[in-house]
Protein backbone atom coordinates (compact mmCIF):
# COMPACT_ATOMS: atom_id res chain seq x y z
CA UNK A 1 0.00 0.00 0.00
CA UNK A 2 3.26 2.16 0.35
CA UNK A 3 3.44 2.23 -3.47
CA UNK A 4 0.05 3.11 -4.30
CA UNK A 5 0.25 5.94 -1.74
CA UNK A 6 3.65 7.25 -3.52
CA UNK A 7 2.08 6.96 -7.14
CA UNK A 8 -1.02 8.91 -5.67
CA UNK A 9 1.40 11.38 -4.09
CA UNK A 10 4.53 11.82 -5.77
CA UNK A 11 5.06 12.91 -9.18
CA UNK A 12 8.56 11.45 -9.11
CA UNK A 13 7.14 8.22 -8.12
CA UNK A 14 4.80 7.89 -11.02
CA UNK A 15 7.71 8.87 -13.48
CA UNK A 16 10.61 6.78 -12.06
CA UNK A 17 7.85 3.57 -12.56
CA UNK A 18 6.19 4.87 -15.57
CA UNK A 19 2.68 4.12 -14.12
CA UNK A 20 0.13 6.02 -12.33
CA UNK A 21 -3.29 5.39 -10.81
CA UNK A 22 -6.56 5.26 -12.11
CA UNK A 23 -9.55 5.95 -9.60
CA UNK A 24 -13.19 4.74 -9.37
CA UNK A 25 -15.83 2.34 -11.02
CA UNK A 26 -16.06 4.07 -14.34
CA UNK A 27 -12.93 5.26 -15.44
CA UNK A 28 -11.32 1.79 -14.36
CA UNK A 29 -13.78 0.35 -16.68
CA UNK A 30 -12.73 2.44 -19.85
CA UNK A 31 -8.64 1.56 -18.67
CA UNK A 32 -9.82 -2.08 -18.60
CA UNK A 33 -11.72 -2.03 -21.86
CA UNK A 34 -9.15 0.77 -23.08
CA UNK A 35 -7.10 -2.23 -24.83
CA UNK A 36 -3.94 -1.22 -23.20
CA UNK A 37 -2.09 -3.03 -20.25
CA UNK A 38 -3.41 -2.67 -16.85
CA UNK A 39 -1.57 -3.51 -14.21
CA UNK A 40 -3.00 -4.52 -11.80
CA UNK A 41 -6.98 -3.46 -9.85
CA UNK A 42 -7.17 -2.82 -6.30
CA UNK A 43 -10.86 -3.63 -4.53
CA UNK A 44 -12.09 -2.29 -1.25
CA UNK A 45 -13.08 -5.48 0.74
CA UNK A 46 -16.03 -4.09 1.69
CA UNK A 47 -17.49 -3.31 -1.39
CA UNK A 48 -19.90 -5.61 -2.94
CA UNK A 49 -21.29 -3.77 -5.53
CA UNK A 50 -22.17 -5.86 -8.64
CA UNK A 51 -20.94 -3.82 -10.78
CA UNK A 52 -17.39 -4.02 -8.99
CA UNK A 53 -17.37 -7.84 -9.36
CA UNK A 54 -18.38 -7.81 -12.69
CA UNK A 55 -15.41 -5.35 -13.30
CA UNK A 56 -12.68 -7.36 -11.44
CA UNK A 57 -13.71 -10.89 -12.97
CA UNK A 58 -13.61 -8.85 -15.95
CA UNK A 59 -9.96 -7.80 -15.49
CA UNK A 60 -8.74 -11.44 -14.59
CA UNK A 61 -9.99 -13.27 -17.22
CA UNK A 62 -7.71 -11.08 -19.20
CA UNK A 63 -5.07 -11.39 -17.36
CA UNK A 64 -5.25 -8.76 -15.42
CA UNK A 65 -4.70 -9.14 -11.30
CA UNK A 66 -7.20 -8.28 -9.05
CA UNK A 67 -5.73 -7.40 -5.37
CA UNK A 68 -9.06 -7.44 -2.28
CA UNK A 69 -8.01 -4.91 0.10
CA UNK A 70 -8.94 -5.25 3.80
CA UNK A 71 -11.85 -3.13 4.81
CA UNK A 72 -11.06 0.81 5.19
CA UNK A 73 -7.70 0.49 3.53
CA UNK A 74 -8.35 2.19 0.55
CA UNK A 75 -9.18 5.31 2.75
CA UNK A 76 -5.88 5.73 4.07
CA UNK A 77 -4.29 5.73 1.24
CA UNK A 78 -6.30 7.94 -1.31
CA UNK A 79 -6.67 11.40 0.02
CA UNK A 80 -10.22 12.25 -1.44
CA UNK A 81 -13.26 12.99 0.97
CA UNK A 82 -15.10 10.09 -0.39
CA UNK A 83 -12.82 7.28 -1.49
CA UNK A 84 -13.23 4.99 -4.21
CA UNK A 85 -13.98 1.30 -3.77
CA UNK A 86 -11.64 0.51 -6.85
CA UNK A 87 -8.43 1.69 -8.20
CA UNK A 88 -5.96 0.39 -10.95
CA UNK A 89 -2.67 0.97 -11.93
CA UNK A 90 -2.06 2.12 -15.18
CA UNK A 91 1.07 2.44 -17.82
CA UNK A 92 1.58 5.81 -18.64
CA UNK A 93 0.95 6.83 -22.54
CA UNK A 94 3.00 9.32 -23.70
CA UNK A 95 4.59 10.41 -27.15
CA UNK A 96 7.24 12.24 -28.06
CA UNK A 97 6.77 15.57 -29.86
CA UNK A 98 9.27 14.82 -32.56
CA UNK A 99 6.14 12.01 -33.97
CA UNK A 100 3.53 14.95 -33.85
CA UNK A 101 3.79 16.14 -37.91
CA UNK A 102 0.46 17.41 -38.34
CA UNK A 103 -3.21 18.16 -37.09
CA UNK A 104 -4.73 20.37 -34.57
CA UNK A 105 -2.47 20.27 -31.14
CA UNK A 106 -3.50 22.32 -27.57
CA UNK A 107 -0.29 23.29 -26.08
CA UNK A 108 -1.12 24.08 -21.96
CA UNK A 109 1.89 26.32 -20.97
CA UNK A 110 2.73 26.54 -16.94
CA UNK A 111 -0.81 25.48 -16.30
CA UNK A 112 -0.34 24.44 -12.75
CA UNK A 113 -4.03 23.54 -11.83
CA UNK A 114 -4.87 19.77 -11.76
CA UNK A 115 -8.66 20.58 -12.59
CA UNK A 116 -7.54 23.13 -15.22
CA UNK A 117 -5.56 20.65 -17.11
CA UNK A 118 -8.03 17.77 -16.66
CA UNK A 119 -10.89 19.96 -18.18
CA UNK A 120 -8.48 20.56 -21.42
CA UNK A 121 -7.35 17.86 -22.15
CA UNK A 122 -11.12 16.15 -21.75
CA UNK A 123 -12.05 18.85 -24.25
CA UNK A 124 -9.53 19.11 -26.64
CA UNK A 125 -9.54 14.98 -26.86
CA UNK A 126 -13.71 16.05 -27.61
CA UNK A 127 -13.13 17.89 -29.82
CA UNK A 128 -10.92 15.87 -31.91
CA UNK A 129 -6.91 17.18 -31.20
CA UNK A 130 -3.82 15.31 -32.83
CA UNK A 131 -2.17 15.81 -29.45
CA UNK A 132 -2.14 18.05 -26.16
CA UNK A 133 1.33 19.28 -25.42
CA UNK A 134 2.14 19.64 -21.44
CA UNK A 135 5.41 22.35 -21.66
CA UNK A 136 7.41 24.08 -18.98
CA UNK A 137 6.19 23.98 -15.52
CA UNK A 138 2.93 22.43 -16.26
CA UNK A 139 1.34 19.99 -13.79
CA UNK A 140 1.37 16.60 -13.85
CA UNK A 141 -1.46 15.07 -16.93
CA UNK A 142 -1.59 12.06 -14.46
CA UNK A 143 -1.82 13.75 -11.03
CA UNK A 144 -4.84 11.69 -9.95
CA UNK A 145 -6.79 15.24 -9.71
CA UNK A 146 -5.98 15.81 -13.58
CA UNK A 147 -6.90 12.38 -14.07
CA UNK A 148 -10.31 12.62 -12.29
CA UNK A 149 -10.66 16.28 -14.37
CA UNK A 150 -9.44 14.85 -17.60
CA UNK A 151 -13.07 11.85 -17.46
CA UNK A 152 -10.30 9.15 -18.69
CA UNK A 153 -9.11 11.39 -21.51
CA UNK A 154 -5.33 10.59 -19.96
CA UNK A 155 -6.12 6.86 -21.26
CA UNK A 156 -6.30 7.34 -24.98
CA UNK A 157 -4.85 10.93 -25.88
CA UNK A 158 -1.62 11.63 -26.89
CA UNK A 159 0.03 13.16 -24.68
CA UNK A 160 3.67 15.13 -24.82
CA UNK A 161 5.53 16.64 -22.07
CA UNK A 162 8.17 19.05 -23.06
CA UNK A 163 10.47 20.55 -20.23
CA UNK A 164 10.08 24.17 -22.10
CA UNK A 165 7.84 26.32 -23.58
CA UNK A 166 9.58 28.10 -26.13
CA UNK A 167 11.73 24.73 -27.41
CA UNK A 168 8.02 23.38 -28.06
CA UNK A 169 6.87 26.58 -30.07
CA UNK A 170 9.64 26.09 -32.48
CA UNK A 171 9.61 22.35 -32.59
CA UNK A 172 6.16 22.72 -33.80
CA UNK A 173 7.23 25.79 -36.32
CA UNK A 174 10.01 23.64 -37.82
CA UNK A 175 6.97 20.91 -38.46
CA UNK A 176 5.24 23.44 -40.38
CA UNK A 177 2.74 24.40 -38.00
CA UNK A 178 1.13 27.90 -37.50
CA UNK A 179 1.29 28.19 -33.54
CA UNK A 180 -1.12 31.07 -31.92
CA UNK A 181 -1.55 31.89 -28.48
CA UNK A 182 -4.00 34.04 -26.52
CA UNK A 183 -4.50 37.02 -25.23
CA UNK A 184 -7.44 39.07 -23.35
CA UNK A 185 -7.67 41.88 -25.41
CA UNK A 186 -5.79 42.94 -29.16
CA UNK A 187 -5.22 39.53 -30.83
CA UNK A 188 -7.37 38.41 -34.11
CA UNK A 189 -10.70 37.56 -33.25
CA UNK A 190 -10.76 33.59 -32.93
CA UNK A 191 -13.30 33.02 -35.30
CA UNK A 192 -11.41 35.07 -38.15
CA UNK A 193 -8.45 32.52 -37.65
CA UNK A 194 -8.22 29.48 -39.83
CA UNK A 195 -7.65 26.57 -37.52
CA UNK A 196 -7.71 23.63 -40.56
CA UNK A 197 -4.04 22.32 -41.42
CA UNK A 198 -1.42 22.15 -39.03
CA UNK A 199 -1.93 24.48 -36.76
CA UNK A 200 -1.22 25.01 -32.13
CA UNK A 201 -3.17 27.06 -30.20
CA UNK A 202 -1.14 28.14 -27.05
CA UNK A 203 -2.79 28.49 -23.95
CA UNK A 204 -1.00 29.77 -21.36
CA UNK A 205 -0.26 30.25 -17.00
CA UNK A 206 -3.96 30.84 -15.05
CA UNK A 207 -2.50 33.87 -13.72
CA UNK A 208 -0.02 35.49 -15.92
CA UNK A 209 -0.79 33.56 -19.26
CA UNK A 210 2.63 33.31 -21.85
CA UNK A 211 5.98 34.59 -20.78
CA UNK A 212 7.57 37.02 -22.88
CA UNK A 213 10.02 34.98 -24.60
CA UNK A 214 7.59 32.44 -25.55
CA UNK A 215 4.82 35.16 -26.55
CA UNK A 216 7.44 36.57 -28.99
CA UNK A 217 8.24 33.42 -31.12
CA UNK A 218 3.87 32.90 -31.80
CA UNK A 219 2.76 33.58 -35.62
CA UNK A 220 -0.13 35.83 -34.01
CA UNK A 221 -2.23 35.71 -30.97
CA UNK A 222 -6.39 35.49 -31.35
CA UNK A 223 -8.53 36.97 -28.66
CA UNK A 224 -11.82 35.67 -27.44
CA UNK A 225 -14.32 39.06 -27.50
CA UNK A 226 -16.51 39.37 -24.20
CA UNK A 227 -19.71 41.42 -23.68
CA UNK A 228 -19.43 41.61 -19.53
CA UNK A 229 -16.72 43.22 -17.19
CA UNK A 230 -14.47 40.46 -16.47
CA UNK A 231 -10.78 40.57 -17.40
CA UNK A 232 -10.49 37.59 -19.00
CA UNK A 233 -11.88 34.03 -19.19
CA UNK A 234 -10.34 30.47 -17.34
CA UNK A 235 -8.34 28.76 -19.27
CA UNK A 236 -10.45 25.98 -19.40
CA UNK A 237 -13.62 28.14 -20.50
CA UNK A 238 -11.09 29.63 -22.84
CA UNK A 239 -9.61 26.44 -24.28
CA UNK A 240 -13.06 25.01 -24.90
CA UNK A 241 -14.28 27.87 -26.89
CA UNK A 242 -10.89 27.75 -29.22
CA UNK A 243 -10.51 23.74 -29.47
CA UNK A 244 -14.49 23.76 -30.77
CA UNK A 245 -14.44 26.46 -33.29
CA UNK A 246 -11.50 24.53 -34.96
CA UNK A 247 -13.50 21.77 -34.24
CA UNK A 248 -16.38 23.38 -36.46
CA UNK A 249 -13.88 24.62 -38.89
CA UNK A 250 -12.20 21.29 -39.61
CA UNK A 251 -15.75 19.38 -40.33
CA UNK A 252 -16.40 19.13 -43.95
CA UNK A 253 -12.56 19.70 -45.15
CA UNK A 254 -9.58 17.42 -45.96
CA UNK A 255 -8.06 17.49 -43.02
CA UNK A 256 -11.11 15.99 -41.23
CA UNK A 257 -11.05 15.97 -37.18
CA UNK A 258 -7.67 14.88 -36.38
CA UNK A 259 -8.54 12.37 -33.29
CA UNK A 260 -7.40 8.99 -32.88
CA UNK A 261 -8.95 6.29 -34.40
CA UNK A 262 -10.02 4.91 -31.50
CA UNK A 263 -14.04 3.81 -30.21
CA UNK A 264 -12.56 4.29 -26.15
CA UNK A 265 -13.90 7.80 -25.86
CA UNK A 266 -17.26 7.10 -27.26
CA UNK A 267 -18.39 5.75 -24.24
CA UNK A 268 -17.80 8.84 -22.28
CA UNK A 269 -20.90 10.50 -24.51
CA UNK A 270 -22.79 7.62 -24.66
CA UNK A 271 -22.48 6.56 -20.69
CA UNK A 272 -22.42 10.01 -19.04
CA UNK A 273 -20.20 12.15 -17.36
CA UNK A 274 -17.34 10.24 -15.48
CA UNK A 275 -15.95 12.86 -14.04
Not at 150 to 166: F, H, I, K, R
Not at 206 to 235: K, P, Q, R, Y
Amino acid sequence: MKRLRRLLEKRSSRWDEGVYVVEGVELVRLAVNGGQPVEALYVDGNCHLDDVAHLCAQARSTGIQVFPLAPGVLEKVTSTVSPQPLLAVVPMRTVALDAVSSGLVVVLADVRDPGNAGTLIRTAEAAGVSAIVLAGQCVDPFNPKTVRASAGAVLWTQLCVSPEVPDTIRALQRRDFRVFGTEARGGVPYEEVDWTGSVAMVLGNEAHGLDAASAELLDGTVTIAMAGAAESLNVGVAGAVLCFEALKQRRGTTDGVDGLPYDGPNRIAEGGDCG
